[in-house]
Nanobody
């Protein structure tokens, strides 16, 4: 599967963005999909993930209640809706996919397939 992340940009604090992770070469519904982010000088952080076939969703404590992960099977795409953004959300965001998580997903364990990053900058 090939993954293409998009939707990043510059937004003011309190604003919103929606990231997209579009897949080709395979049906993304069969994969657990996760969003990770990495800010300069910081370790990569798992943000959110969704299990295969509209399964469970998980969020990092830092984004719980502000971010929502979802799937659109018809578009073979996973979205990350990000609301009430703050400066600490500034990072490059990556999507990743894996078939090895059964009915779950992970914000910690590795994923086999990765898309390129999309930059999110929150600044006034």
């Amino acid at each position: 599967v090939q993954l293409q992340a998009s939707g990043g940009g510059l937004v003011q604090p309190g604003g919103s963005l929606r990231l997209s992770c579009a897949a080709s070469g395979a049906t993304l519904n069969s994969y657990a999909v996760a969003w990770f982010r990495q800010a300069p000088g910081k370790e990569r952080e798992g943000v959110s993930c969704i299990a295969s076939n509209r399964g469970k969703t998980y969020y990092a404590d830092s984004v719980e209640g502000r971010f929502t992960i979802s799937r659109d099977g018809a578009k073979n795409t996973v979205y990350l809706q990000m609301n009430n953004l703050n400066t600490e959300d500034t990072a490059e965001y990556f999507c990743a996919a894996d078939t090895g998580y059964g009915l779950g997903c992970s914000l910690i364990r590795p994923y086999d397939y990765w898309g390129q990053g999309t930059q999110v900058t929150v600044s006034s």
